[in-house]
Nanobody
Framework: QVQLVESGGGSVAAGDSLRLSCTAS????????MAWFRQTAGQGREFVAA????????NYADSVQGRFTISRDNAKTTVYLHMNTLTPEDTAVYYC?????????????????WGQGTQVTVSS
């Protein structure tokens, strides 16, 4: 069993920055990719960013490219999402996800383990 715990959400003004963290625990017995998704009311989970086990293969959604940075610290079993130049359109619940595979994926269906989500609210 694997548990994911996100932190770092909050309410900020447009143009501000936030850093989300997600720490994995439990039976982490294989290499694993991690990703961030976000969801607004009535919508499905939208891909934000993903990182493979080595940290060398990183993918971003077009909507966050150049503003968000995903990184990971395998020693701390933690993935981060640095979000800069936030806009009201970034308002959502942000979820981290984990898949036991060294390669990263963009579809939520590829990920088995999910955190509980952390709310990010950006006011104009």
């Amino acid at each position: 069993q694997v548990q994911l715990v996100e932190s770092g959400g909050g309410s900020v003004a447009a143009g501000d920055s936030l850093r989300l963290s997600c720490t994995a625990s439990g039976r982490l017995h294989l290499d694993y990719a991690m990703a961030w998704f976000r969801q607004t009311a009535g919508q499905g989970r939208e891909f934000v960013a993903a990182i493979d086990w080595s940290g060398s293969d990183i993918n971003y959604a077009d909507s966050v490219q150049g503003r968000f940075t995903i990184s990971r610290d395998n020693a701390k079993t933690t993935v981060y999402l640095h979000m800069n130049t936030l806009t009201p359109e970034d308002t959502a619940v942000y979820y981290c996800a984990l898949k036991f595979n060294q390669y990263s994926f963009k579809s939520p269906e590829d990920y088995r383990y999910w955190g509980q989500g952390t709310q990010v609210t950006v006011s104009s």
